[in-house]
């Protein structure tokens, strides 16, 4: 059985792609499917660190398309997942360094070996957004609720339609719910609205993100966190469960909660 | 009417041009000329079929006819030879003749005069872009970022929220409607106008916008506006 090829992208830089690819490949893997995650961010190495497996790199991405490794070799295991693996990105060279043609076989052959192959695709609509999305199956477009993101996140839909994939899924990063209750955030609804896309999940913004992704422990394995628990949302839809969409407004405090069971506020 | 002797014609393969040679092959190398001539390098860098038409064409003639196009820095992909018998008008295989519409209780001017509507069946996104020598119908949305420009009018059976560009060649009566009308600009011919700076509301129902006294106006778009589209 050959596994899933994923490709999560955004068009703009910042929105949280490469913290999306750790947590859903990190909750999947939890969840027993063999993962492999493809840093294709060649000259601006990331995941390795979000992951904390930066001091194990010796070969990279380019190491193995250029034949100078075997992927076997390259491939780093996580050291509490054992059915997490990375494929560094290289950190001297660029983009240009790589070829569609060698990403479609590189994907290949990883999903040969693992469930889901989930491959970081760079900032941009050049050259490393080609060859991040030369192999894929389907797509995660990550966005923010900004209009900057969600343009971005438009244009690049209009793209993966344009290269024929047609699985493509809208994680909504960064929600803050105080904002969009007071209108002063744009909300899941005007999201979708303009994108017209299928919506995979919406991840609260959350403190407990950018602590873990320093300490380079994903945050989806922390049973407390709600971002953790959105990304575990996420990566079990991904595997092709039907979970609800949990409401944005959560953190709305005990007492409204209570006066919402009993019918006397509207959420 | 006196038929025309050489003419272009563009389809969806790229130009043709026709030769007639029921008159003779030799004014055609001279028509030929006066043609390309005239019309400046607007031909050149084009891919032609070259068919002829009526009498044989010795191929001495088809070669100077290429060596005409090449010069005025068109490329010839392919020649056809169509014989006097088989009637004058052949119609394109890719393109049959559209029925003559039925028409009853309207003046038949106000309806379209020819096929010169494209229709885009799906959502334009941000950066993506339609120009049409025409009316453009959308039945999507126009995204912002997007940009559907038209020399007739542009429908949208959306949300229009990008920028639209109706009679983009001059024509003052062309107009946009739009489901939602919500765009970031609207051109009409050489009239500009751009959304409010802040927050818009959404429009209750459909909306049209259209030149009048030298402004672009808004104006919903109901049943009784009486607004006929290519007239």
Not at chain 1, 113 to 134: L, M, R, S
Request: proline share 5%.
């Amino acid at each position: 059985m050959s596994g899933t090829v994923i490709v999560v992208t955004s068009g703009k830089g910042g929105v949280g792609k490469t913290t999306v690819v750790a947590n859903i490949g990190a909750a999947i893997a939890s969840f027993g499917p063999k993962v492999a995650l493809v840093d294709a961010d060649i000259g601006l190495r990331n995941l390795d660190i979000v992951l904390g497996l930066e001091n194990r790199i010796v070969y990279d991405l380019v190491n193995v398309v250029e034949g100078k490794c075997s992927l076997r070799k390259a491939l780093i295991r996580h050291k509490k997942l054992e059915n997490l693996s990375l494929l560094p990105a290289s950190q001297s060279r660029d983009k240009s360094a790589v070829s569609p043609e060698q990403m479609r076989a590189l994907a290949e052959e990883l999903r040969e070996e693992y469930d889901f192959v989930i491959v970081d695709c760079p900032a941009g609509i050049e050259q490393g957004f080609k060859n991040a999305i030369a192999g894929a199956d389907r797509a995660v477009v990550v966005t923010t609720p900004e209009m900057s993101a969600a343009r971005d996140a438009d244009r690049i839909i209009g793209l993966l339609e344009s290269e024929d994939i047609r699985d493509r899924g809208l994680v909504i990063n960064r929600i803050r719910p105080d904002m969009v209750r007071r209108r002063d955030m744009m909300d899941v609804d005007d999201i979708l609205e303009l994108l017209g896309c299928d919506l995979l999940g919406v991840v609260p913004d959350d403190e407990s993100v950018i602590v873990s992704t320093n300490r380079g422990e994903p945050v989806a394995l922390d049973e407390r966190s709600k971002a953790g628990r959105a990304f575990r949302d996420i990566a079990s839809r991904l595997m092709g469960n039907d979970l609800p969409i949990a409401a944005t407004t959560e953190n709305e405090g005990l007492f409204n909660k209570l006066m919402r069971w009993v019918g006397l506020a509207r959420g | 009417m006196k038929p025309q002797e050489i003419i272009f014609k563009g389809t969806r393969k790229g130009l043709r041009l026709v030769l007639n040679a029921r008159q003779g092959v030799d004014s055609l190398k001279a028509l030929l000329r006066q043609k390309l001539d005239n019309s400046g390098d607007f031909y050149a860098g084009a891919k032609v079929t070259v068919e002829t038409r009526g009498a044989v064409v010795p191929p001495e003639t088809v070669q100077e006819v290429l060596a005409i196009l090449e010069d005025y820095g068109l490329s010839v992909s392919e020649t056809e030879h169509e014989p006097a018998g088989r009637g004058r008008v052949r119609p394109e295989p890719s393109e049959p003749p559209a029925p003559a519409p039925v028409v009853s209780g309207i003046d038949p001017d106000l309806l379209p005069r020819r096929a010169d509507t494209v229709m885009i069946r799906r959502t334009l996104r941000a950066g993506q872009s339609v120009t049409f020598d025409g009316n453009v119908l959308v039945m999507g949305d126009v995204n912002p970022g997007a940009e559907v420009s038209a020399t007739g009018d542009i429908v949208v059976f959306g949300a229009l929220r990008g920028v639209a560009h109706a009679g983009s060649l001059g024509n003052v009566n062309a107009r946009v409607a739009a489901l939602r009308l919500m765009p970031t600009q609207l051109r009409i011919s050489d009239k500009i106008t751009r959304a409010p700076d802040d927050e818009v509301q959404a429009p209750e129902g459909p909306e049209v916008a259209l030149v009048r006294e030298g402004s672009i106006i808004i104006e919903p778009w109901t049943s009784h506006s009486g607004m006929v589209f290519g007239a």
